[in-house]
C-alpha cells in the first residue's frame, strides 16, 4: 500500500524558514518523481515544486523559485522541501504527492502538513 | 504559463448529471487529470488521460476532452459526491503542473 506522511509543518515568523519532509514507502521511491503542491486556507490547489526519480531535475514554480528547494534522499525513501525567506502568503498546507509513469497526473497524495507565517 | 478555468460552483440534484469543465491553453497538448477533494481532507485522483478512472472509483465518473478544454462528467449523482472538483496537466513547459481554479459540486 502506498503511503505519504508529511511532516515538519508549523508556526513561523516571517522571514524564517522551515524544512518539510515527506516519508514514503510502499512503491520503489527512486523509479517517481515526486510533488509538492499546496493550499491556502480557503484557496484552491497550487503546485509550487517537482523533482525526477534521480533528485537531478527540479522544477518550482515563479513565485517560490530561489526561495524553496525540493530534494530527495532515495536512501531513505523521504522527499523534502526547505522553504525559506518566508511570508504570510506562503500560509497553507504542504502536500507532497507521487506523479505516475505516464500522462503526468498524482495518483498518491499525504495528508498534509500544515504551514503558518505570522508574527 | 496561464492556468486552467473552471467555474466556481455548479449545483446537481440526486441522481442527476453534472459536467465540471476545465478549459486552458495547455490542455491542447497534455492530459487533464481530475482530483475529488472533501472538506479537510487530502485530494484523491478521479481520472486521468483523458478518460481513464483509478481503481475503485466508481463508473459513473467519466472523462473527455476537446481542444483546449476537459471535462468531467458525474452520472447519477451521489450525495457523497459532494465535494471541491479540481483540474491539473502540465504546464506548457512540461515541467510543471497547473491546477484549475476548482469547482465545488453541490448535491441538491
Known amino acids: 500500500e502506498v503511503q505519504l506522511l508529511e511532516s515538519g509543518g508549523g508556526l513561523v515568523n516571517p522571514g524564517g524558514s522551515l524544512r518539510l519532509s515527506c516519508a514514503a514507502s510502499?512503491?520503489?521511491?527512486?523509479?517517481?518523481?515526486m510533488k509538492w503542491v499546496r493550499q491556502a486556507p480557503g484557496q484552491g490547489l497550487e503546485w509550487i515544486s517537482g523533482?525526477?526519480?534521480?533528485?537531478?531535475?527540479?522544477f518550482y514554480t515563479d513565485s517560490v523559485r530561489g526561495r524553496f528547494t525540493i530534494s530527495r534522499d532515495n536512501s531513505n525513501n523521504t522527499l523534502y522541501l526547505e522553504i525559506s525567506s518566508l511570508r504570510v502568503e506562503d500560509t497553507a498546507v504542504y502536500y507532497c504527492?507521487?506523479?505516475?509513469?505516464?500522462?503526468?497526473?498524482?495518483?498518491?497524495w499525504g495528508r498534509g502538513t500544515p504551514v503558518t507565517v505570522s508574527s | 504559463s496561464s492556468g486552467l478555468i473552471q467555474d466556481p460552483a455548479v449545483s446537481v440534484a440526486l441522481g442527476q448529471t453534472v459536467r465540471v469543465t476545465c478549459r486552458g491553453d495547455?490542455?491542447?497538448?497534455?492530459?487533464a487529470s481530475w482530483y475529488q477533494q472533501k472538506p479537510g481532507q487530502a485530494p484523491t485522483l478521479v481520472m486521468y488521460?483523458?478518460?481513464k478512472r483509478p481503481s475503485g472509483i466508481p463508473d459513473r465518473f467519466s472523462g473527455s476532452s476537446s481542444g483546449d478544454t476537459a471535462s468531467l462528467t458525474i452520472s447519477g449523482v451521489q450525495a457523497e459526491d459532494e465535494a471541491d472538483y479540481y483540474c491539473?496537466?502540465?504546464?506548457?513547459?512540461?515541467?510543471?503542473?497547473?491546477f484549475g481554479t476548482g469547482t465545488k459540486v453541490t448535491v441538491l
Open positions: 510502499g512503491f520503489p521511491f527512486s523509479s517517481y518523481a
Open positions: 504527492a507521487k506523479e505516475s509513469r505516464d500522462y503526468g497526473y498524482l495518483d498518491y
Open positions: 491539473n496537466s502540465r504546464d506548457n513547459s512540461g515541467n510543471g503542473h497547473v
Open positions: 495547455s490542455l491542447e497538448g497534455f492530459y
Open positions: 488521460g483523458r478518460d
Open positions: 523533482i525526477s526519480g534521480s533528485g537531478v531535475s527540479k
